[in-house]
């Protein structure tokens, strides 16, 4: 599956709202290996390239190709939001929502969504409202239900900005496991040590345009700008 | 006049009015009868209700059923008609919408004796509707209480599927889901809000009198209904009776209220 999607090549790619270029012109070739970390800081332009790149962004400049059909390819992918966006059901019933669209049926939707609740540690909240779910739990239920539908790509907009230490561990613990089992996930962080911690490549943005871009130990021990040397030292980069 | 209205509905005047002509006279003590007016109709009201209602009174459970039965099928027909017409304006982005949101808010202030009006007009029997026959039938009815109470229904659950499809918004999207599965989310997710809606709907449609006397004709077992027979009853003098069926119309709108919130289970699991 994770063939069938990459290459995924952004030429000249741009999306403005309201005249304003909010990032581009991008180009950059991503493969289907690993985790790809987007990191910048604010106002770098990170989640507008995730949405630009999930399509949800509407292309303003340029183009995105996909290894497969662009619609066939959107099929293939979700999305987790930095504010977690849960419907106003229950855990079970937001886990089953994307197979249920999907045509699945209840009975197969429910086992799944028990299996992935079993996986992210929600077993004994099935049954609960999801609002009343902690910060930590919330973004562990959007994660699990972007992961239910087996999907070869997921995009993360910072997944644990809001998050203490043991939230973000157990977080990075299901995405190294979904990474494990041949999800490609392109994540955005403004956290120097995350990157580190989880990343096989880093897109460092600044200004809305793609800085540099290297394999993760390289970006880190031999930073080829000194923006990137700035930002890795924690230092202001506007 | 006074004296007369007082006098009937004393019981003291002999005649036998309507349908009242069963109901039993009430006597008053002195005290009562030196008492403010507006009280002792007040006192009176709630003595024929109770009254009525204890003795089943054949006629007045027609009239009552007739209104719940105009009154809950022209909000079922209603809601059918604006609650996908409100997630369609909430998702749906087209040219006029902002033009037809508008329109809709307007129309909640629509006046029903305009409503009875136009109705009538189409139905009558040299309207563009004449030959169904429909005018002066509960069917004139109803069709006259969806007019009135689709705008309503529609803008009340239009302004909370509105604010839900800004929650939804790019979930939804990133999801990949069609305009219909948007507006069955929508419409499920945000059904207490729109279970007010209705109740708003309902509150509107039970109490309303202008539009139906006008398509209905306020006819005796027919197409008569509390409302109806209140402003009848009214002019007729008969203030304690119009009370009477005043409370029970009170009564039947917030049993019905109370049934639909408990039913939907409003108030339970807090927000959601």
Known sequence: ?238 | MRQICKRDFLGLSGSKQGWHSDAKPFNFSDKERQGGSAIVDLWEGLRQAFWLVVTLDAELADIALRSLRVTLTALIIACLIALPLSAFLAVRRFRWRRGVIAVLNALMGLPPVVVGLIVYIFLSRSGPLGALGLLFTPTAMIVAQVIIIVPLIASIAHQSLRDLWAEYHDLLISLNVSQFQKMQTLLWDARRALLTAALAGFGRGIGEVGAIMIVGGNIDNATRVLTTAIALETGKGQFALALALGFILIALALSVNLAIHWVGQTERDSRW
């Open chain 1, 1 to 238: 599956m994770v063939t069938e999607l990459f290459p995924l090549t952004l030429s000249g790619a741009e999306t403005s709202r309201r005249g304003v270029r909010l990032v581009g012109p991008v180009d950059l070739s991503l493969d289907g290996q690993g985790m790809c970390v987007l990191i910048g800081p604010n106002g770098a332009g990170k989640t507008s390239l995730l949405r630009l790149m999930h399509g949800t962004a509407r292309l303003t400049g340029g183009q995105i190709d996909w290894a497969c059909d662009r619609t066939e390819a959107q099929r293939h992918q979700s999305f987790v939001f930095q504010r977690p966006i849960l419907l106003r059901r229950s855990v079970e019933e937001n886990l089953t929502y994307p197979l249920r669209l999907r045509g699945v049926s209840r009975l197969e939707a429910r086992k799944a969504a028990a299996k992935w609740a079993e996986r992210v540690g929600l077993s004994a909240l099935l049954g609960n409202r999801a609002s009343v779910l902690s910060g930590g739990e919330q973004q562990k239920l959007a994660i699990a239900r972007a992961l239910i539908t087996d999907p070869a790509l997921v995009f993360l907009d910072e997944p644990t900005s809001s998050l203490d230490g043991r939230a973000t561990r157990e977080i990075e613990g299901i995405l190294q496991q979904a990474k494990a089992e041949g999800t490609r996930l392109i994540v955005s962080t403004h956290d120097m040590g995350q990157a580190r911690r989880i990343a096989d490549r880093i897109v460092f943005l600044l200004g809305g345009k793609v800085h540099e871009m290297a394999p993760a130990r390289e970006f880190f021990d031999q930073p080829a700008t000194p923006e990137a040397r700035a930002f890795i030292k924690g230092d202001i980069v506007e």
